[in-house]
């Protein structure tokens, strides 16, 4: 079963706007972390943003923020004021106690952001 | 190292070759993992190193591909009698523990072509 799912193959945003990138996840270890990267056409993956599964609050860095949503299994990815530099794929992924080295990914959004 | 650095960066090979993709970690980075991202797609696991040992190699695809590491540092990625289905970017990443909270660094990848 895919542990991650990210339902928004692509996405086109104008830019100075905010973007909601989609993340469900699927476990039953009440002890995970939840990552968002980001992989511009250069291919490097850039690390974004961590939320832990006991964090009380949504983790925010910069422009980019977690609405974590516990109940629902969701950990969508919001970046305000987009800018031409975001346009990039975007995964997001997950670790459990349970599994606890490795990283499970998403299938990826790509961004677009329109001048 | 500041980052982890893989060579070589792209890699064209005809059929039945062998090849080898190198990953030098962040130095004093325990923890070594190897992904697979085909064309558009999302990473697949392929095996994680804990120091030398491998505690996981259940995502390598067949017995053509075989990783070691030595020194609890450099790790080599070995494909024999490549395939073209072996084409893909072969993403390496570095973690200073095997924990939860902890986030990769990846490398830049190596793209494999098979023709």
């Known amino acids: 079963a895919q542990k991650i799912t990210q339902t928004q193959p692509g996405m086109f945003v104008q830019e100075k706007e905010a973007v909601t990138l989609d993340c469900t996840y699927d476990?039953?270890?009440?002890?995970?972390?939840l990552f968002w990267y980001k992989q511009p056409s250069s291919g490097e993956m850039i690390f974004l943003i961590y939320q832990g599964s006991y964090d009380q609050q949504n983790a925010t860095e910069g422009r980019y923020s977690l609405n974590f949503q516990k109940a629902r299994k969701s950990a969508n990815l919001v970046i305000s004021a987009s800018q031409l530099g975001d346009s990039a794929m975007y995964f997001c992924?997950?670790?459990?106690?349970?599994?606890?080295?490795?990283?499970?990914f998403g299938a990826g959004t790509t961004v677009t952001v329109r001048a | 190292g500041a980052g982890v650095s893989q060579s070589p960066s792209n890699k064209v090979t005809e059929k039945g070759k062998d090849v080898e993709l190198r990953c030098d970690p962040i130095?004093?980075?325990?923890?070594l993992y190897w992904y697979r991202q085909s064309l558009g797609q999302g990473l697949e696991f392929l095996i994680y190193?804990?120091?030398?040992?491998?505690?996981?190699k259940s995502g390598l695809p067949s017995d053509r591909f075989s990783a070691e590491r030595t020194g609890g540092s450099v790790s080599t990625l070995t494909i024999q009698r490549t395939q073209q289905e072996d084409s893909a970017v072969y993403l390496c990443a570095s973690s200073s523990e095997a924990g939860i909270g902890y986030g990769y660094t990846f490398g830049s990848g190596t793209r494999l072509t098979v023709v």
């Open positions: 992924a997950m670790r459990e106690r349970s599994n606890d080295y490795k990283l499970s």
């Open positions: 476990t039953s270890d009440p002890s995970y972390g």
């Open positions: 190193f804990q120091g030398n040992s491998a505690p996981d």
């Open positions: 130095s004093g980075h325990t923890a």
